[in-house]
């Protein structure tokens, strides 16, 4: 006679939500953006104790270049639990640059009343521009791509720089060294916000992406869209340049939300899983022995 002896292990969870309440992803670094997730059953999220904009159960956090490292996250159940994270962002080093610009028009200024005033005019179109993008609740970015193929980084974001000796503000933005005439993809779905041949961008396109999100690209030779336009995610918006002030042929690609400039490098990075609020599970194990 044989015998057997089966042992069964039976394991089952019941999970009394579906999915994890609030899952954090991107880089958690200065000059890092965050894209926040929550369940259907979060009402609220606070950050920093102050109520984020949450669509769609999605939301983005920014850190400007210097943003202090400590921060906390909070969600807010529908039936009143509240659960909180604190996080740490990564420090950053920020590399000094010296760069000369011969350019002559940027050397000696021409310091008439209708220089000032078309720098001036310059200046409040951006900002116009910009206030817009606090409008927009729609969201069009699903993801993101480099907006250039190949190119060495000529200057990093956050770099100090010093300009013909002088101290400048620091770089907010990714230069990108490429050949005048390279193609200049739109880094993710978008319309087009703003066009223009600028004193200091030279050719630029602004576009806006939606909850905040925008991208610009500047110095660029050729623009190939229109004010107000659609764009696609890879799409061509223009071709590399070095106009406005700029110390030779390159792609300036500037990414921020709402006023804060961010890393656009850390923008492609939005694997990292690293902060969880998971939702209650109950498990539960049941060990059974069958003779046979
Ligand atoms: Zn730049």
């Not at 703003?194 to 200091?200: E, K, V």
């Not at 905040?212 to 110095?219: E, Q």
Request: proline fraction near 3%.
């Amino acid at each position: 006679m044989k015998r057997s002896f089966l042992f069964l292990l039976i394991s089952f969870s019941i999970s009394l939500w579906s999915s994890d309440f609030l899952t954090l992803s991107g880089s958690p670094s200065q000059g890092g953006i965050l894209l926040g997730k929550v369940s259907s059953q979060i009402e609220i999220v606070l950050f920093d104790y102050e109520k984020v904009n949450v669509k769609d159960q999605r939301f983005l956090l920014g850190f400007e270049r210097d943003a202090k490292l400590h921060h906390i996250i909070t969600i807010v159940h529908k039936d009143g639990r509240m659960f909180s994270r604190r996080f740490q962002l990564r420090k950053r080093e920020y590399p000094k640059q010296e760069l000369t610009i011969t350019k002559k028009e940027f050397v000696s200024k021409p310091k008439t009343k209708e220089f000032y005033e078309r720098l001036k005019k310059e200046s409040n179109e951006l900002k116009a521009a910009r206030k817009r993008l606090y409008q927009n609740q729609k969201q069009y970015f699903q993801e993101f791509l480099r907006p250039v193929n190949g190119g060495r980084i000529s200057s990093e974001f956050g770099a100090y720089r010093i300009i013909n000796d002088v101290p400048k503000k620091p770089h907010l933005g990714l230069d990108i060294a490429l050949p005048i005439g390279t193609p200049v993809f739109a880094m993710a779905d978008g319309k087009v916000e703003l066009t223009g041949d600028y004193y200091y961008n030279g050719r630029f396109v602004l576009l806006d992406h939606g909850v905040g999100l925008s991208s610009i690209y500047i110095h660029l030779n050729k623009i190939s869209v229109y004010d107000d336009d659609f764009v696609k995610m890879g799409d061509k918006i223009g071709e590399v340049g070095s106009t406005g002030r700029s110390t030779g042929q390159h792609l300036h690609w500037g990414v921020y939300l709402f006023e804060t400039a961010l890393d656009p490098q850390l923008i492609l990075d939005f694997k990292e899983n690293f902060v969880k609020i998971a939702a209650v599970e109950k498990i539960q194990q049941k060990q059974t022995k069958d003779k046979t």
